[in-house]
């Protein structure tokens, strides 16, 4: 993580939000990081939507609360967002249509690779948790450092309509890209 180049991280949110009906306002986002995939969705989103975010690590909210604040600003105590300190899968899989959109920046890109336990997130039947945890026409945006085109053959597969975005992985650059895969829903 580090808190200079960070569009990839709100495109996540923007994007997302640009994909989905007016009335769109429930949003879960894996992982808190540094915040700025939460603030840009507090940002995209109107006042009555439900913003929660599923960290896994008691300790990064402490920093969001303590020596990363100037980072998060007021984004922790805007009433339309919720801290749930518990794993996304976890949140998804124990969902059903509760969510317009599911933000996932957990990992590196869609595999285990910062923790094997990930993969469950990723792999066919984790898809399809997070399928059935959409409402209808929702969308699960992944965010990765690279490409991989087999995860889009899986979204695919578990019956979203899916849309690629490569974007800058920092301001100027031309040959390090980010992805964003948007698995939408249908309706």
């Not at 949110?13 to 879960?28: C, F, I, K, M």
Request: proline share 5%; aromatic share 8%.
């Amino acid at each position: 993580m580090g808190s200079r180049d960070h569009q990839s991280e709100q495109a996540l949110a923007t994007l997302t939000r640009a994909r989905l009906e007016p009335e769109a306002g429930s949003v879960l986002i894996g992982g808190l990081g540094m915040g700025f995939t939460l603030r840009a969705a507090l940002d995209a989103w109107g006042a009555g939507a439900s913003i929660v975010v599923a960290e896994l690590v008691p300790q990064m909210l402490a920093w969001a609360e303590g020596p990363l604040a100037h980072l998060f600003g007021s984004s922790l105590s805007d009433p339309r967002a919720s801290i749930v300190l518990a794993d996304v899968h976890d949140v998804i899989d124990g969902a059903s249509e509760e969510f317009d959109a599911i933000l996932l920046d957990v990992d590196n890109g869609p595999d285990g690779f910062v923790q094997p336990e990930n993969e469950r997130l990723y792999c066919n039947w984790g898809l399809r948790s997070a399928y059935a945890a959409l409402r209808p026409g929702g969308v699960l945006a992944v965010w990765s450092a690279y490409l991989d085109v087999p995860f889009g053959d899986r979204l695919s597969s578990a019956g979203f309509t899916v849309d690629e975005v490569s974007l800058p992985a920092f301001v100027g650059s031309t040959d390090r890209r980010h992805n964003i895969w948007f698995a939408a829903k249908p309706r």
